[in-house]
């Protein structure tokens, strides 16, 4: 099973027979059999026809539509597919199996930052991080064997700091160094780049975890509460060293956006002016609907990555023996 995203500025998607067919000014341009899909996302301006919209309600394949920034719109649901079913399965994880799925996502965190820093020192100034690239294998080898959800947290803790140490310190020059993380409210242009972007992939997350029928309050490492998602909070970890890091990185390095210009200072904490929002935004669009290739050897859009955790973490609620499959940076 798999997602079709639907980017395109124009065009039009139908249903003959069994495929979904997308055209654009008469050419057909893509067509993919519908009982291979299990959601339809439209991120572009792409018209559905109706008798499309029909037989996806009648297949039980949802329709959401999104902003470019993945911002769930609204979507198309059938009516008797068994919202948040996967809840029930979720509440039966034992205490190991949960433990056992926060593991291998907080082992992705550690594993996608690290290589992250080994790349932005490939060519030089690796002097500078070289002991936080060596200190967050050691942190990412006593995640995999943490027996405990408290040392696991403590491990995450300290990872991050040193995480965050080093990305600041190689950023000093581009005006963005670490302070500190502070979050509420952020006191530094690291500090807002770093939660205006982990808030934009929460809320696309948020959209997946519920078109997958899973309950965002339960998670595996984070308390859960009335008024936090918890499984968002645990599977975007990886994802933010994977995705929001690096697109931060490189809007900084190619000076698309200036800590002195593209940042203002209001409400006792500095945030993204309108400028820098609107950049970070296009870039980030562009880079999520850009073709790249999955693990498993086929190709999709960036989105596809988060949505693929999705897809894996539904697959461990019902058989949590297989393991957790966590997105890696290669």
Known sequence: MRSLYLLRPHGSAGIEGEQVVVRLRGEELDRVRLPLLDQILVMGNIQLTTPLVKACLRRGVPIAYLSGQGWCLGRAHPIDAGYRHRSRHQLDLSLADQLQAAISLIAGKVANGRVLLQRMTRRDRRELVAG?????????????????????????????????????????????????????????????????????????????????????????LHVGSARHPALISDLI?????L????????????RQLRADE?????????????RGRRVWLQAWATRMAEVVSMADGSQGPRWELVDGLVRNFVRFVYSPMEGLTVPRRR
């Open 262 to 274: 593209d940042f203002e200072h209001r409400d006792g904490g500095v945030y993204l002016a309108e």
């Open 132 to 220: 936080s690239i060596e200190r967050l294998g050691w942190h990412e080898q006593q995640v995999r064997q943490a027996r405990s959800s408290e040392r696991l947290r403590g491990l995450e803790g300290n990872a991050a700091q040193e995480y965050y140490q080093a990305l600041g310190l190689l950023l000093e020059g581009d005006g963005f160094p670490f302070l500190g993380r502070h979050r509420r409210p952020p006191t530094t242009a690291f500090d807002a780049l770093c939660g205006f972007g982990a808030g934009v992939l929460w809320n696309g997350l948020f959209t997946r975890v519920e078109l997958r029928g899973l309950d965002p309050y339960v998670g595996v």
């Open 237 to 241: 970890e990886p994802l933010r060293t």
């Open 243 to 254: 995705l929001v890091d690096p697109l931060n990185v490189w809007l900084i390095r190619t």
